[in-house]
């Protein structure tokens, strides 16, 4: 029988650090959110909620051009997330969201692409 070998890792560090990202983002006084690599949310700050009026869980995992972008704009917020998610990023985009009241609200929009440990893209924040 050949010898058993065990490696581990411990990722402590790396959890807390991940929690603490998060905590930040969620905590920002700067309105984030994010998209998978379907357009889909799923990021959404406390700020967004408070400007926007969604909750996180109103929002997660519906698509964010098709659901909360003015019509006028989606084809451009759509493009500007196709970039992102080639690795072109954006930076001061400026489009309308539309809110829980039916309102629209101007934001700026960096779009940064979003990797996972292995350097593919997962995303757009």
């Known amino acids: 029988m050949p010898p058993l070998v065990e490696t581990s890792r411990d990722i402590t560090g790396r959890i807390a650090q991940e929690r603490e990202y998060t905590r930040l983002?969620?905590?920002?006084n700067a309105p984030i959110f994010g998209v998978d690599t379907n357009g889909r949310v799923n990021v959404w700050n406390q700020c967004a909620m408070r400007l926007v009026g969604y909750s996180s869980e109103e929002v997660m995992g519906h698509s964010l051009v098709q659901e909360f972008i003015t019509e006028d704009y989606k084809a451009a917020v759509q493009t500007v997330l196709d970039q992102a998610l080639q690795g072109a990023e954006t930076e001061n985009f400026e489009f309308?969201?539309?809110?829980?009241?039916?309102?629209?609200?101007?934001?700026?929009l960096n779009a940064t692409t979003r990797r996972d440990e292995q350097g593919n893209i997962i995303g757009v924040v």
Not at 25 to 28: G, K, L, P, Q
């Open 96 to 108: 309308p969201l539309v809110t829980k009241a039916g309102a629209h609200i101007q934001v700026l």
């Open 25 to 28: 983002i969620d905590t920002a």
